[in-house]
C-alpha cells in the first residue's frame, strides 16, 4: 500500500507549491499531474512539432508569495524574467500608440509620461474622467465590497462619468485585457480588488516576461526541488476519485486502471471544473461544497504564432480594444527565441473563437491585426489555437462570495487553486497564495 502525508491532485502552480512547502517540511508528498507535462495553465510544451505555451504571462512586480516560492525552487527571478518598464496600447484605425509607464520606481521618466503625455489619443478631460472612476472604486472595495460586486465595469464606469475614449483606450485594456472578458460582464470588485494591492505596493510595480517555456524556466524546477526534497511527482497520472473510508475520512485517491494511492491528506489542486467532478460524486448534496458547486466558470482562447520576423518592434505587453486581438506581445527576443517572430494573442471574446477552427481564428485575426497596424500574413511558417474550456472561475458580478476556503469540513480533504478564496483571484499569484494556505493548514494539524 503506498502510504503518502499528503496526495495533491493537479500539479499546477497551486499543486507545486503545496508540494514545495510541504516537502521542505519534511512531510512525504505525491503529486499526480494528469498532463504529460506539470505547470497547468502555466505550461509550455509541444504541439505537433511547434513550441507553444498555455497563453502569454506576465508576472506583476506587486506579487509578494510567488517570488518567495520561486527561490526556495533555487529560481532567481533575473535568470527567468525579463523586465518591462511599460505597456503599449494600439488604438484601432489610428497611427499612434498610447504608451503607460508600469514601472514607477524602475522606470518614473515613463510612467509620469504615460499619465501626462498621450495627449492627443486621451486629452486631459478624458484622463479626468477616469479619475472619480479609480477613486471611487477604491473607496467601496474598502468600504462596501459586497455593492462594488454588483456592478460590472460598463456599469461602474457610468456611474463615474468616464468618457467612452478614455473608457475603451484605457479601462478596457486593464479589465477585459487582463481577463478576457467584455466589460458588461466583468465584476468591478474583480477589477479594483486586482488593483488594490499594486496601490500598496507601487512601488515594487513592474512587469516580468518569461525568458523561456514556463514549464521549462519555473514549473519543472518546481517539480525537481520538491524531488530533491524527498516528494515524488508524476505526470500522465490522472485521478479518477477520490477515497473515503467508512468514517468519511478522505484517505486517498484512484487512478483509471484502479490504482489507489493513500494520503493523511489529500490536497485537490485542480481547476474548479475539475476539482467539482472529483467532489461532487462524494459530496453531491453536502451543504459546504453547494456554492462552490454553483460558481460558473469560464473559458480563455489564444492563438500563437510561429513568424518569418517579428510582428513587433519590441517584445512588450500590448492592447488592441475595440478588436479580437485584446492583449498580446511578441515573443521572439522573450520567451521563445528559437524563430525569428513569435506574436502570442488572447483573445476577446473567447467564446466566439472556442467555436471557430484554427484557420477561422486566424482571419479574424489576420483582419484585426490589421486595424492596429499590423500585418504579418505574408510572414506565417506556423500557429496554434490553444483553449481553456471553462479552466477559470466566473469573474463575472455577485459570484466571488460563491468560491470556497482551502479547509473543508472534510476530515483529510483540502482545497488548492486559483478559485479558492485567496486575495489574488485568477492569477499566479492567487494559485501560489491557495497553496501556501493548504500546507500551512496541514502543517499546523497534527500527524496522526
Ligand atoms: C491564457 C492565460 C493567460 C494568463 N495570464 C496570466 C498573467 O499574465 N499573469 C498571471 O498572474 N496569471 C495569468 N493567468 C492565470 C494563471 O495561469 C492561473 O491563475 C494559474 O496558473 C492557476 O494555477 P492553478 O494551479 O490554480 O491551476 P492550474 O494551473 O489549472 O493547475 C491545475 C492542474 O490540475 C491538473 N488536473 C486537473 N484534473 C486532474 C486530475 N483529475 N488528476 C490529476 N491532475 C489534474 C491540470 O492538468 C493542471 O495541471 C493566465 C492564464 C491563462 C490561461
Given at each position: ?11 499546477g ?7 514545495l ?11 499526480l499531474e ?6 497547468g495553465?502555466t505550461?509550455?510544451y ?7 505555451e ?11 508569495e ?6 526556495k525552487?533555487?529560481?532567481q527571478?533575473?535568470e527567468?524574467?525579463?523586465?518591462e518598464?511599460?505597456?503599449e ?19 518614473p ?17 478624458d484622463?479626468l474622467?477616469?479619475?472619480s ?10 468600504t ?10 460598463r ?43 499594486a496601490i500598496k505596493r ?9 525568458l523561456?517555456?514556463?514549464t ?20 500522465d ?32 489542486a ?20 453547494q ?10 482562447a ?17 492592447f ?7 492583449s498580446f ?27 471557430m477552427t ?9 483582419k ?9 500574413k ?9 483553449n ?39 492569477t ?7 497553496g501556501?494556505?493548504?500546507a ?9
Open positions: 500500500m503506498e502510504q503518502y502525508d499528503a496526495v495533491i491532485v493537479g500539479a502552480l497551486a499543486g507545486l507549491t503545496c508540494g512547502e510541504l516537502a521542505e517540511q519534511g512531510r512525504k508528498v505525491l503529486l494528469a498532463e504529460p507535462v506539470v505547470g495553465r505550461s509550455s509541444i504541439d505537433n512539432g511547434m513550441k507553444v498555455s497563453g502569454f504571462h506576465r508576472y506583476i512586480g506587486f506579487y509578494s510567488m517570488p518567495k516560492v520561486l527561490r525552487a533555487g529560481i527571478l533575473n527567468i524574467f525579463t523586465w518598464e511599460k505597456v496600447i494600439r488604438v484601432r484605425k489610428q497611427e499612434k500608440l498610447i504608451t503607460l509607464g508600469a514601472a514607477p520606481l524602475f522606470g521618466k515613463k510612467t509620469i509620461m504615460g499619465i501626462l503625455g498621450n495627449n492627443e489619443l486621451l486629452p486631459p478631460r484622463k474622467s477616469l479619475v472612476f479609480f477613486l471611487g472604486g477604491l473607496k467601496d472595495l474598502i462596501n465590497p459586497k455593492k462594488l460586486d454588483a456592478y460590472n465595469i456599469d461602474y464606469a457610468k456611474k463615474h462619468r468616464v468618457s467612452e475614449d478614455a473608457f475603451h483606450n484605457v479601462i478596457i485594456p486593464f479589465s477585459t485585457g487582463l481577463y478576457f472578458l467584455p466589460p458588461e460582464r466583468y465584476s468591478a470588485y474583480v477589477f479594483f480588488g486586482l488593483l488594490a494591492p507601487f512601488y515594487k510595480m513592474r512587469i516580468g516576461a518569461f523561456g517555456g514556463m521549462d524556466v519555473m514549473c519543472q524546477p518546481m517539480a525537481e526541488a520538491i524531488q530533491k526534497k524527498g516528494g515524488i511527482v508524476k505526470t497520472h490522472k485521478v479518477c476519485k477520490l477515497h473515503m473510508d467508512w468514517q468519511n475520512k478522505l484517505t486517498g485517491v484512484e487512478m483509471e486502471e484502479g490504482r489507489i494511492f493513500y494520503g493523511e491528506k489529500v490536497v485537490v485542480t481547476t474548479l471544473n475539475s476539482a467539482k467532478q472529483l467532489l461532487k460524486p462524494l459530496f453531491k448534496d453536502h451543504p459546504w461544497f456554492p462552490m458547486f454553483k460558481l460558473p466558470m469560464m473559458s480563455a489564444t492563438l500563437q504564432l510561429e513568424l518569418k520576423k517579428p510582428a513587433l518592434p519590441k517584445d512588450i505587453t500590448t488592441g480594444p475595440r478588436t479580437s486581438l485584446i506581445a511578441e515573443q521572439s527576443r522573450s520567451t521563445f527565441r528559437h524563430v525569428p517572430g513569435r506574436l502570442s494573442i488572447i483573445m476577446s471574446n473567447p467564446e466566439r473563437f472556442l467555436e484554427p484557420e477561422e481564428t486566424l482571419q479574424v485575426v489576420v484585426d491585426a490589421n486595424l492596429l497596424g499590423m500585418d504579418f505574408e510572414n506565417i511558417i506556423d500557429y496554434r489555437q490553444i481553456h474550456y471553462d479552466d477559470f472561475h466566473s469573474l463575472e458580478p455577485g459570484y466571488h462570495w460563491m468560491r470556497p476556503e482551502q479547509v473543508t469540513p472534510v476530515e483529510g480533504l483540502l482545497l488548492a487553486g486559483d478559485y479558492t478564496m485567496q486575495p489574488y483571484f485568477a499566479m499569484e492567487g494559485a501560489v497564495v491557495s501556501q494556505k493548504a500551512r493548514a496541514i502543517l499546523s494539524s497534527k500527524k496522526r
